[in-house]
DNA sequence: TGTACATCAGTGAACGCGCGTTCACTGATGTAC
DNA sequence: TGTACATCAGTGAACGCGCGTTCACTGATGTAC
């Protein structure tokens, strides 16, 4: 029954990308390890041959799914030039796709008010992805000050994650469409 | 064991209170009805003379959560005279106190990934009273037309929502200050 | 290179536990006469 | 107003279920000689 190193490290990846999309998708305390197990093929009882508990594959989870939301605005900056990176970065960020795909979408915007409550190992994850989310952005603000680019960069940050938060609750297909214009029209305007 | 029609009702405000209190600080999943009973000095079974089943209670809580926050928006308006009503509400609202008091705060903030994927009910009670906050502070901006003011009102809450759930997840107390100082100051220079 | 043995990825049943909900029961409240 | 009876708020045990975690086991992989 033994797997070979190469595969046992790619079974590993694999139970953290299911968590990262099952997490983002049904809630963390809606997940179950052995749901989890039985969707990257394989039984409950192996999960502890790769984690010590839930919490680290939580925390890893939430690693891996805000290192790759990095690199997605990273993407988006870039295939735009100066000043429309910035707001390449909101468009793809506070849109329908986003609200409606929290599968692969932002861990903080999908885990948000239960993060809040997660283990120390998983808020400095979270932590870590939100600072470099801001890093990033505040490269394609233009402000005279990288302190002031910064602090434009908090914000921004601070009000798409509370768009896709409030456009995913909000029952009203037209009131939340709204938000989503509303909050990226004021962004833009910045 | 019967009780009074009087004392039967306000049984059940108790337990919505409770409940409202319990789903901010621990999260609706990781409440239990028997904890909640248990809290109102009650026994598990009688849950169900007062609700249909938890999910009521869900957005029963909810729904009491944000009437009384929106009062609290009004309130603080109130205290203050025209300009400085708007900041009133913002400086209340994105504040160290409500960071660290998720038992009393928004529930937006406190609950909001798991109100994204509660049932119908629930999302119009949070709904409801995101539209409330909403025209509170778009009575409380100084703009020419009111659908600017409110749409203004709508990207302040987004913000302002998410300004609370990022501080309760950052790890580093000063970085977790700084979000709140950030989205302040936008939101008061806007 | 070939053999003997230790390692350990994965299995699947079992652990105690708390979940939401149901139910027969109790006895004070509310009501009909 | 007083009596007889129906109502129903609250009790507490029990329901089936899924949770996170443990464990003895299997057998292919990796390693030491």
Redesign the interface.
């Known amino acids: 029954m033994r797997k070979s190193k190469a595969e046992a490290a790619e079974t590993r990846r694999q139970i953290i990308d299911i968590a990262a999309q099952e997490f983002r998708l049904?809630?963390i305390?809606?997940t179950g390890v052995a749901t989890l197990m039985s969707k990257a093929g394989l039984t409950n009882g192996g999960f502890y041959k790769h984690f010590e508990s839930k919490d680290q594959l939580v925390a890893e989870a939430c690693s891996t799914g805000m290192a790759k939301l990095v690199d997605a605005f990273k993407t988006a900056a870039v295939e735009h030039d100066g000043n429309e990176s910035f707001k390449a970065i909101v468009k793809r960020y506070v849109s329908m796709v986003h609200r409606d795909n929290?599968v692969g979408g932002c861990p903080?915007?999908?885990?948000?008010?239960?993060?809040?409550?997660?283990d120390?190992q998983t808020?400095?994850a979270?932590?870590q992805g939100?600072?470099d989310l801001v890093d990033v952005m505040a490269a394609h603000i233009g402000r005279r000050s990288p302190d002031a680019a910064r602090?434009?960069a908090?914000?921004a940050?601070?009000?798409?994650?509370?768009?896709i938060?409030?456009s995913?609750?909000?029952?009203?297909p037209d009131?939340s469409k709204?938000?989503l214009r509303?909050?990226t029209?004021?962004?833009n305007a910045m």
Do not use: Y
């Open positions: 049904n809630g305390h809606a929290a903080l915007a999908g885990m948000g008010s239960e993060l809040a409550r997660a120390e808020r400095a979270a932590s939100f600072n602090s434009e908090v914000f940050l601070a009000a798409m994650i509370g768009a938060t409030m995913r609750i909000i029952t009203d009131t709204s938000v509303d909050v029209q004021h962004l």
